[in-house]
């Protein structure tokens, strides 16, 4: 016989139990009275299996650009932030499949103090993405990932051309490929449980398949017509964001 090992008595014959973690060996011999002779046999220490799943949900924020087939339209150096909820799924040997919603909005410095300099143009984008994608290492703290989805975005372009007599404020509506991918952490101390942090930087651009409605706010009868009185039929957008956040794993 072998130490700490069941076996068990059919038709005469004493068998050994087939191999058994050490947990279920020791919850058997605590269920019955050791013979004097035996020795102390303490608890097992119980390793948690990892985690299959998890939700993140992160702010995000960060800089970026839009383009559109009217030039003068576009814009660099636009700021904004917004949330994003991720659901990751362990897949195959290593990586998991994610899966993200997430709502953001995207300005120059004119937008978010609400007036827009004579000569100038300004932007105010409000954007909705439903993506998914694979996380190349489920378990570990670092991992790259992608993503690809789509969604919509809804730009408010704001015109003051009035040196020549024109100005207009309308939103528009496009429809939206996207592409991301970046470099993440997710940290999740034993301390904490099931809770942890979260960390990201992340590259992403969105490129217009259509383009929808359109809300005016007002406009001037211009002297001229400039370029800008053009309306868009393309966007075109990239930024580059940092994101921090909760996991919930299980």
Not at 8 to 31: C, H, K, M, Y
Not at 69 to 86: A, F, I, M
Not at 96 to 117: H, I, K, N, P, Y
Not at 129 to 149: I, M, N
Request: charged share 20%; aromatic share 12%; glycine share 14%.
């Amino acid at each position: 016989f072998v130490p700490r090992t069941l076996y068990v008595l059919e038709n005469g014959s004493i068998t050994r139990v087939p191999v058994q973690d050490e947990t279920t060996n020791w919850a058997f011999n605590r269920g019955r009275k050791p013979p004097k002779e035996s020795s102390p046999w303490t608890e097992p220490v119980q390793i948690q299996p990892p985690a299959k799943s998890r939700f993140i949900f992160s702010f995000i924020g960060g800089t970026g650009q839009v383009g559109y087939d009217v030039t003068p339209l576009g814009q660099e150096e636009l700021h904004g932030g917004g949330g994003r909820l991720q659901l990751h799924r362990r897949s195959g040997e290593t990586g998991s499949l994610v899966g993200a919603l997430t709502a953001r909005d995207l300005q120059d410095d004119s937008a978010r103090q609400g007036m827009t300099q004579t000569g100038k143009i300004s932007n105010d984008l409000s954007i909705f993405l439903l993506e998914a994608g694979y996380r190349l290492k489920h378990d570990a703290v670092f991992s790259t990932y992608f993503r690809g989805g789509g969604g919509v975005v809804y730009p408010k372009i704001t015109v003051n051309r009035l040196d020549i007599g024109f100005a207009s404020e309308n939103r528009y509506e496009f429809y939206v490929l996207s592409v991301s991918g970046g470099i993440d952490a997710i940290f999740c101390p034993s301390w904490l449980g099931s809770i942890g942090f979260y960390g990201g930087l992340e590259g992403q651009l969105l490129q217009s398949v259509a383009r929808g409605g359109k809300k005016s706010y007002g406009q001037y009868v211009p002297i001229a017509y400039p370029e800008e009185s053009r309306e868009p039929s393309s966007l075109t957008s990239f930024t580059i964001d940092l994101m921090l956040g909760f996991v919930y794993q299980f």
